[in-house]
């Protein structure tokens, strides 16, 4: 069981420019969500994607936000023309198609946009 | 729509003591609730989870919780805290059938 997998760990970019971060959930996992987290608060939903269809975004993800699931494996987040303020951390989670199921997190993205 | 919110954004406790983190929930239906911990620059992880089978559930690490539906808690406790216990806490529910909805966070410090 390798967990899920998010790359890069860490992000340092400048403002304007585009970054993209991976996730690799667990291999027989339907559900992948991202989720955005500032310091001192809880995870914010942003989007939902079973198998590779994105089924739900959240109002937080803005028109410079875009994220893909080809083929229902690994997931993209991509921050198009970056602004300070989207400086987080990026977690990445999967889970199995059952309702009501926790979801397992993987380490997550530090985006720092200087 | 079902949201919980944690009482107490820091606690502090010495080793050994009781660890005590409040969260209460807001649902129309039967919640299904969850604490998770997380360390520093770390993902989260899974301590426990509520899913209507029993009122008081225990978790990895000695921490248990218990469902409370007359109060709408589900706060989390350990007997003997220990430095390890120090991260940040989360309660969470679940909504729409799978989307987790977080609390705002409780940070433990554990003094020796």
């Known amino acids: 069981d390798t967990g899920v997998s998010q790359n890069p760990r860490h992000k340092i970019t400048k403002r304007g420019q585009n970054v993209t971060f991976r996730c690799d959930p667990i291999?027989?996992?339907?559900?992948l969500y991202w989720y955005r987290q500032t310091l001192g608060q809880g995870p914010e939903f942003l989007t939902y994607?079973?198998?590779?269809?994105?089924?739900?975004k959240s109002r937080l993800l803005s028109d410079r936000f875009s994220a893909e699931r080809p083929k229902g494996s690994f997931s993209t987040l991509e921050i198009q023309r970056t602004e300070q303020g989207d400086s987080a951390m990026y977690l990445c989670?999967?889970?199995?198609?059952?309702?009501?199921?926790?979801?397992?997190f993987g380490q997550g993205t530090r985006l720092t946009v200087v | 729509a079902q949201s919980v919110t944690q009482l107490g954004s820091h606690v502090s406790v010495s080793e050994g003591a009781l660890v005590l983190l409040r969260c209460n929930y807001s649902?129309?239906?039967?919640?299904?609730l969850f604490w998770y911990v997380q360390y520093p620059n770390q993902g989260l992880q899974l301590l426990l989870k509520?899913?209507?089978?029993?009122?008081l559930v225990k978790g990895i690490n000695g921490f248990e919780a218990e469902f409370k539906k007359s109060e709408t808690s589900f706060h989390l406790t350990k007997p003997s805290a220990h430095m390890s216990d120090a991260a940040e806490y989360f309660c969470?529910?679940?909504?729409?059938?799978?989307?987790?909805?977080f609390g705002a966070g409780t940070t433990v410090t554990v003094r020796a």
């Open positions: 989670a999967s889970s199995p198609l059952a309702v009501y199921t926790e979801a397992f």
């Open positions: 291999s027989e996992h339907n559900r």
């Open positions: 994607f079973q198998n590779e269809a994105q089924l739900e």
């Open positions: 649902s129309s239906v039967p919640p299904y």
């Open positions: 509520y899913t209507s089978a029993a009122t």
């Open positions: 969470a529910v679940i909504t729409n059938d799978y989307k987790l909805s």
